[in-house]
């Protein structure tokens, strides 16, 4: 049997078709080590904990019925939705739960593996891997928890809603490639987290989670170019049977994605090493 | 341990050849956590664009690691000592990929196997069992493999009993033990120990070194370790690092591991316990040959005859002396006895002055001190007790690690 050589050295082998094949073949090699790692973040958050799973959406959820009262009060005066208000708070903020949490999950995987990480050479698409597979546990409770809200105020079944769960994989991409790009500067400073978590807070407000896009003036503009409204109205529309108004956009967006996805990927492997190196003196 | 005939292919094929390589390796640290950060961005940024560049030590760095050359076979095993910080760890990791060199290659064959933190991905909830299969794929095992192996990996730990016990009720030991299970059943080609067998019982060392002795004829070993004996028994080669250059490289471990040790000479003695009646004026090995930086040598066989000189500030009978022999791990090896009343010792006074003798000295080739403790003859309550009094160095051909080299005559059965 040939025995496989490894080569470490100062210079990268700057053939981004080759990093990008080895990248992706450590992803597809190192499956179990992502599914292993997957299940034991998912059992040690839950082992320890009595309302377990329920913590993955009371956020969003909270988020959604502080608007629901706000609108139903009249202390804010909303455009129409066009659908119940509830559903369209409550689709939006467990929407924008799964990105932000996309977002953050390669350097929260990165970062929680640290003590790994300069210690044994093992794949680390692995890690990426594994945030998606969390990524995937968390949103498919939301998206179960939509499902039934959809049809207790009374939208009920549309065929789009069987394209919906394909519409999250694609707000899960977006999330994932703007994380991974931040992921090596994010785990060298602690700034960048801050100001990831800080500045989505704004950004929500500049995309239609809790409301509509009005129908002028600068927000009109702002929203109808910020890159996450599509994701969210075209995954909204689909689950409750709309129009998607801005589907072109969407898959705009995602062309754009699955480049940027790759180059973020091999960004990502380069960067590991260095990493390493100032995180573990 | 024979190695067995192997029906292994690989193992026939590739005997001699080389399986790591290591040329002009070095790395470079920065002592001021800011700069680097900063440096880190920038590192990011050139890895990107190739990295073709020299690099030269910026403000704030230092070489932790400079100029490493070495190839490693299979069936060899290569020790790294030096002392904390010389730059062992730092080229572990280059070596397992985990950093890059800032200068030079490394051309590694085969599967690599670290040890270098045991129970790594372990999460402290979850049971032994869990953490078995958490840990087995970090190290690469594939799920039909934990599966195969989850079992001997209990059995080896010997912890069957708490196996379903979330592994933070653990002692210290048995998740070392269990990390240690898992990590033996690695089949590396290139094996790399970083001191994680200091740890652990006896018992738990001992199936360390069985374990290690079994894959040693088919795996090339990278060890670093600051216990001598073992670097010694299982090494056939050595690399004697500081501040991350290679001071002493060759197969000759021994001579090595005596520089390694003077390093630590010690010549400061230490007055453990006074009570203010005698004090030592003067010691000297009046059988010495020669003296090499101070200290006395002899030949093996030579007498060890120790010439001492007290000053006594109340008037006492005259004490018992007894002299124990260190060897440079701080072991004691042995003690000159004490009972042989010394007729000659002058009690002249305020002052004692005697000899004592040892005939044909077998301790074998190295570095030895002294320590005295000084008591009153029935009640052997102290006086005074000194260590590291003073060192000497026997010289002999053979390089042996046990301390004692003993003369023997083999005859006609």
Redo the contacts between chains.
């Keep these: 049997?040939e025995?496989?050589?490894?080569?470490?050295?100062?210079?990268?082998n700057?053939h981004i078709g080759r990093l990008l094949k080895e990248s992706l073949s450590d992803m597809i090699s190192s499956r179990?080590?992502a599914r292993?790692?997957a299940v034991?973040?998912i059992?040690?958050q839950y082992?320890?904990s009595y309302l377990g799973i329920i913590w993955a959406f009371i956020t969003p959820l909270t988020t959604a019925f502080v608007w629901i009262f706000l609108n139903s009060s009249g202390t804010v005066r909303l455009s129409d939705t066009g659908v119940p208000y509830p559903v369209y708070a409550f689709s939006g903020t467990l929407l924008w739960s799964i990105i932000t949490e996309a977002i953050n999950s390669p350097m929260a995987s990165t970062s929680g593996a640290k003590?790994?990480?300069?210690?044994?050479?093992?794949p680390k698409e692995a890690l990426l891997v594994s945030g998606v597979y969390k990524l995937l546990f968390n949103s498919s409770i939301k998206i179960a928890l939509l499902v039934v809200f959809v049809f207790f105020y009374g939208i009920g079944f549309h065929w789009s809603l069987l394209l919906f769960p394909l519409a999250i994989l694609g707000a899960i991409l977006l999330g994932t490639t703007i994380g991974l790009f931040l992921t090596?500067?994010g785990m060298?400073?602690k700034d960048i987290g801050k100001m990831i978590s800080f500045g989505l807070k704004f950004v929500m407000y500049a995309t239609p989670v809790v409301y509509a896009i009005p129908k002028e003036g600068i927000m009109k503009t702002i929203m109808e170019w910020n890159p996450l409204t599509p994701v969210i109205l075209t995954t909204r529309d689909l689950a409750v049977g709309m129009e998607p108004q801005f589907l072109t956009y969407y898959l705009i967006v995602l062309a754009c994605c699955i480049p940027l996805f790759f180059i973020a990927l091999i960004?990502y492997r380069?960067?590991i090493?260095?990493?390493?190196?100032?995180m573990s003196? | 341990m024979n190695p067995q005939p192997t029906t292994d292919n690989r193992d026939l094929t590739t005997d001699t050849e080389i399986l790591v390589k290591a040329e002009g390796l070095s790395k470079k640290f920065c002592k001021d956590l800011k700069t680097s950060l900063w440096y880190g961005v920038k590192d990011l940024a050139s890895g990107v664009t190739g990295n073709k560049k020299d690099r030269e030590l910026r403000p704030k760095e230092f070489w932790a690691v400079k100029d490493i050359n070495f190839e490693l076979r299979r069936g060899e095993c290569l020790g790294l000592i030096g002392h904390n910080g010389a730059g062992k760890s730092t080229l572990l990791k280059i070596l397992n990929g985990l950093i890059n060199p800032d200068a030079g290659k490394v051309t590694i064959k085969g599967r690599v196997g670290a040890l270098i933190e045991l129970g790594a991905g372990f999460n402290p909830i979850l049971s032994g069992r869990e953490n078995i299969y958490n840990n087995g794929a970090v190290l690469g095992f594939s799920k039909k493999e934990i599966d195969a192996k989850v079992e001997e990996i209990i059995d080896f730990a010997e912890i069957r009993e708490f196996i379903d016990m979330p592994v933070r009720n653990y002692s210290s030991g048995m998740k070392v033990r269990l990390g240690f299970a898992v990590a033996a059943q690695m089949e590396p080609d290139v094996l790399i120990i970083d001191e994680v067998l200091a740890v652990g019982d006896l018992g738990f060392i001992l199936k360390c070194f069985k374990t290690i002795d079994k894959i040693l004829p088919k795996t090339a070993i990278v060890f670093v370790s600051h216990n001598m004996p073992m670097v010694s028994r299982i090494c056939n080669q050595i690399i004697l690092m500081e501040s991350g250059v290679s001071k002493f490289q060759g197969t000759d471990v021994a001579e090595a591991i005596d520089k390694y040790y003077t390093r630590f000479v010690n010549n400061d003695s230490n007055v453990v316990f006074d009570d203010g009646s005698i004090s030592l004026i003067k010691v000297e090995l009046s059988s010495a040959r020669s003296f090499e930086s101070g200290i006395p040598q002899l030949e093996w066989g030579d007498n060890l005859e120790f010439a001492f000189h007290w000053k006594l500030y109340k008037p006492i009978d005259v004490p018992q002396f007894s002299v124990l022999i260190f060897d440079k791990e701080q072991r004691p090896v042995a003690i000159l006895d004490w009972t042989n009343k010394a007729v000659n010792i002058k009690n002249d006074n305020d002052k004692i002055s005697f000899k004592l003798l040892h005939k044909n000295i077998q301790l074998s080739k190295g570095v030895y001190s002294i320590s005295i403790l000084v008591s009153r003859g029935a009640t052997r309550s102290p006086y005074l007790r000194m260590n590291n009094v003073m060192s000497f160095q026997i010289l002999h051909d053979e390089e042996i690690w046990p301390p004692f080299l003993l003369q023997t005559i083999y005859s006609e059965g």
């Design positions: 049997m025995l496989k050589t490894k080569v470490y050295q100062k210079e990268n700057l179990f080590l292993q790692l034991r973040d059992k040690a082992r320890q003590s790994i990480l300069s210690k044994i050479n093992f090596p500067i060298l400073y960004f380069i960067s090493p260095v990493l390493v190196e100032r003196a």
